[in-house]
């Protein structure tokens, strides 16, 4: 097994990796770390997640996820752990993989970092290098730093008290926090880790450099080394460019749309400039997800908070959250009343590969049409299990069903709205027979409308020549 080492000390560290946090972040990265030669222990002080992993079961759907957990609990690289504080205590570096959600206000929710930071503090009993990997806006490592100075405990307490120093002071136990930000997608998190384009790290002293230096060497990948806001400033900026590229596309499409244009083609004609660059400019029903609407969100709140305006990234959200007026209206001109109509949803989660439904456009439109009166019969390979808990069957308003073409049975139109490979390879002749009105409304420009005209739908998309919808929506 390699050993994380610590040149400092001159000899190889045998202490274990620490991950908190096994969610869609800390469970593929410790995965990752174990297939790297690295001892992994995977803390949560969830019970029942960690319970659920040692059953040998991954808690959630990624691809190639399930097979690196087999292998690693069978190898011992990857232990699961209910006590955080002895996974904390055996390790040297210990990664902070826990949630960051959204306040109502969008500024991020940091309590279970700042949770962790004092878990850690109890636990320092030597150097730790504490490696922030959760998503968290500028300048939250050296909180973290505060904290886990205020709350350390020292064994030969100088001041007397109960070994707690004064705030502020610095703790007798040494410790460095770095960033270490992750660039996973959903769906593709596994692959993600071992063929990252970069590994970025802020830190703070040579020994943490070179302590995440030989834990990502194998990975052979750029390491682009800054200063800890530098770091975490990155991690939002990546994600915001990309939402924006998102939005800029959605406001093209409905200048397609007003216009008859195509906007796939406007996006082909366009990225193939290099310096645009043809990924993240597919139209559709817009971004979702536990990242992008979260992390823009935190970033414009960081911006406005210290006087910046939002401006570009205000924009990116409106447009974002448009799109589902867009997309209901594209129906509604299709159906014209909604009220009373079976209309069958192909896809939940917030895209393919996934079961995330976390801030999923298709379950937005879901709960426009149960608004609107419509009965909806919901189809998607994987998300189907999270969505009842949103939204629990009701039979002849809410079913769930075993397949698209059960879903399309006596449907008056079939909605596509997330963009499941599945999908594109219907038999949409099979689709058209069992559906009582062949209206297909393809929110994510899945099928070519052509093809789909030709097969005798009345076909509508996102910025592909539907003219008069789109002045209707812009028209409000
Ligand atoms: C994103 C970032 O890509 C990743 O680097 C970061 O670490 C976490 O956030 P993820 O949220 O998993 O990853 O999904 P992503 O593939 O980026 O898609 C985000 C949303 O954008 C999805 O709802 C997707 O449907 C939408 N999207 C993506 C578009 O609408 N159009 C596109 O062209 C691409």
Known sequence: MAAVRDRKSGGPGKEPIAVLGMGHVGLPTALGFAELGWQVLGADDMVEKIDHLKTGKATFYE??????????????????????????????????CVGTPQRENGAA?????????????????????????????????????????????????ANGTNGRRAAGKESGARFDVASNPEFLQEGKAIHNFFHPERIVIGVESDQARQLLEDIYRPLKCPIVVTDLATS?????????????????????????????????SVARGIGLDPRIGHQFLSAGIGFGGYCFPKDL????????????????????????????????????????????????????????????????????????????GAAVRLYDPEAMPAAQQVYPEAPGRVDYCRSAYEAARGAHAVVITTEWEEFRKLNWKKMQEAMEVPVLVDGRNLLDPSAMREAGFEYFSMGRGSRQVAMTASAK
């Open 63 to 96: 691809p190639d996820m399930q097979e690196l957990l087999t292998k690693h609990l069978a190898s011992g690289r990857f232990q699961p752990t209910k006590d955080v504080d002895a996974a904390v205590a055996a390790a040297r570096v210990v990664f902070v």
């Open 109 to 157: 929710d940091l309590s279970q970092i700042e949770s962790v930071a004092r878990t850690i503090a109890r636990n320092l009993n030597g150097y730790k290098l504490v490696v922030e990997k959760s998503t968290v806006p500028a300048s939250t490592a050296e909180r973290i730093k505060r904290t886990i100075g205020r709350y350390a405990r020292t064994e030969t307490p």
């Open 232 to 264: 975490e400033l990155i991690k939002h900026s990546a994600n915001a460019f990309l939402s924006t590229k998102i939005s800029f596309i959605n406001m093209i499409s409905d200048i397609c749309d007003a216009v008859g244009a195509d906007v796939a």
């Open 297 to 372: 969100k935190a970033l414009l709140y960081l911006a406005e908070e210290h006087g910046v305006p939002g401006g570009i990234l205000r924009a990116v959200e409106d447009v974002n959250l448009r799109r589902i007026e867009v997309f209901m209206d594209k129906l509604r001109h299709a159906l014209w009343v909604l009220q009373g109509k079976k209309i069958a949803v192909l896809g939940l989660a917030f895209k393919p590969l996934t079961d995330d439904i976390r801030e999923s456009p298709a379950l937005r439109v879901v709960e426009e049409l149960l608004k609107e």
